[in-house]
């Protein structure tokens, strides 16, 4: 009895699952089936050979009739990568009709249409022939290498007259600069004239009628004082005194005391000539002896005259040379 219900059993699951293993099979048959395409034939348009137009812009009208909702694609016959139906096709609208134009300016187009329904299909090869022939092509060749070659020559041209501008521009710019330059060198060489002209004719600093500076005048002595006659003195060594009179930062009067170490008149004449340099002008030179004492310097230079006074000592040495105004005001 045991042994019995074991068989039982075995048969029973034996069943079921070569039952499961029948199901699973059509199930796979049916969802393969599904899946597939079914090719309904040829797809209705309204031709197979058309004629591109000039006046249609170098296309063909071509028309698909297939059902509302299908989806059309055109593709070129050699590439599927020309499509003349847009990148995702068209969707036929309600009449089921759509109308393509395809272009075919000098060369045959083949291409092949594909209408897609519910998983059903249907195609089409059609061919398409040029609007335009060989000779035409020659010629519109030939126009477009002759549009080229003018065009290629008019920016030519157009280049050698903006090189040729730019060229008279930058020879223009370049001598209007040399001119400017010229002009330029011309004022500062009258400028620098000018300021040598003023140098020359105007009294230098720390001599009759030239401008005060202390400063300058301490780089050879220090100032000892300002004595009671208003002069300011200043050592230039332990025996030479230069005495400065100021009036206004301008110097008015000078006087040159070497009374520790006199000047011999009948020897020392170009060292107290160097003196009287220093405080007038280099160009100054005796005009008229007035006494044995009092003597006129002029400088052509600053057109000046100046007394120019010795003191003796009493054994006839200049102790002091004091050089003024002439005439004195």
Known sequence: MKKAIILITAVLSIGLLTACGNDNTGSASKTQSSSKMINDGKLNVDGKVFHALKSHHNSANVTITYKAGAKVTVLDKDSDSISYAGNNGITLPKSGRVTIRIPAEFDQVDAKIKAVYKGHFK????????????????????????????????????????????????????????????????????????????????????????????????????????????????????????????????????????????????????AILEHIHDFTSADSTLEKTLSSTDFVYKSPSLNKEYLVRYMLNSDGQVSVISIMHYPQS
Do not use: C, W
């Open 123 to 270: 195609t089409a090869t059609i061919s398409i022939t040029p609007a335009k022939t060989e000779k035409e092509r020659a010629e519109a060749n030939s126009k477009a290498e002759s549009k080229q070659e003018k065009e290629d020559e008019a920016s030519s041209a157009s280049r050698a007259k903006v090189e040729s501008e730019a060229e008279v521009r930058e020879a223009s710019e370049s001598k209007a600069k040399a001119e400017s330059e010229a002009v330029q060198k011309e004022k500062d060489a009258e400028a620098k004239k000018a300021e040598e002209y003023k140098a020359a004719h105007t009294p230098k600093e720390n001599t009759l009628d030239g401008e005060y500076h202390r400063a300058s005048m301490e780089n050879y002595g220090s100032l000892e004082s300002n004595s009671s006659d208003g002069y300011q003195l200043f050592k230039i060594s332990p025996v030479f005194f230069i005495g400065l009179g100021v009036t206004d930062e301008k110097v008015t009067a000078v006087k040159i005391d070497a009374k520790k170490l006199p000047f011999d008149p009948a020897v020392d004449h170009e």
